[in-house]
């Protein structure tokens, strides 16, 4: 089963560049990493996928290193509104249960 | 397009009364995902459908649990009888089945059940 690591939460400021580290040591070859986003209230949302080396979207970046062990989601200048959970998921739907299931996620705070 | 619908928003219930909550996934997705929410354990998924048949219901809590898909524009999730320790977000989520297809969730039902 490809578990995947977080921290629990995160602290950070308004204007600062956030980087969250999700580790996947059991990643197959053929697994994306997707990153999803939780708001009080609602359901999780998409936020970016990636295969390898570096995806950016105009929310966020994620940083993949070669041996795909890890990922990192970066999110530039954050604001208060992107206080959050954030998951890592690897896999994708052919991988069945095991590339669905949400960890505990990060919660990021950012402070004014 | 109008996302993934949800009904009802909330819903309150007594103890052993039957719950029927109700999930109109985006059209063309053919993946289709009930998950469960409460703050002791995290999302959990609890079954999900492709092309409207049962994939894994093995995280469907017990048989009080059961969930249907008669067709590509609709799914329920029912419980019955429903027990306080139901209380949870329950959320749908679909999806188009190709390699990098995110999931695409509703906005939930907050269940309470007393």
Not at chain 1, 83 to 107: E, M, P
Not at chain 2, 6 to 13: D, G
Not at chain 2, 57 to 67: H, L
Request: charged share 20%; with cysteine.
């Amino acid at each position: 089963l490809a578990k995947t690591t977080q921290p629990i939460s995160m602290d950070s400021y308004e204007g600062q560049e956030v980087n969250i580290t999700c580790s996947h040591n059991n990643i197959a070859t053929n697994d994306y990493i997707t990153w999803y986003q939780q708001f009080p209230s609602q359901g999780p949302r998409f936020i970016i996928q990636g295969y390898k080396t570096k995806v950016t979207n105009e929310v966020a970046s994620l940083f993949i290193p070669a041996d795909r062990k890890s990922s990192t989601l970066s999110l530039p200048r954050v604001s208060l509104s992107d206080t959050a959970v954030y998951y890592c998921l690897v896999g994708d739907i052919s991988a069945g249960r095991r590339a669905l299931t949400f960890g505990s996620g990060t919660r990021l705070q950012v402070q004014p | 397009d109008a996302g993934v619908i949800q009904s009802p928003r909330h819903e309150v219930t007594e103890m052993g009364q039957e719950v029927t909550l109700r999930c109109k996934p985006i059209s063309g997705h053919d993946y289709l995902f009930w998950y469960r929410q409460t703050m002791m354990r995290g999302l959990e998924l609890l079954i999900y459908f492709n092309n409207n048949v049962p994939i894994d219901d093995s995280g469907m809590p017990e048989d009080r649990f059961s969930a249907k898909m008669p067709n590509a524009s609709f799914s329920t999730l029912k419980i019955q009888p429903s027990e306080p320790r139901d209380s949870a977000v329950y959320f749908c989520a679909s999806s188009f089945g190709g390699e990098v297809s995110p999931l695409h969730f509703g906005n939930g039902t907050r269940l309470t059940v007393t």
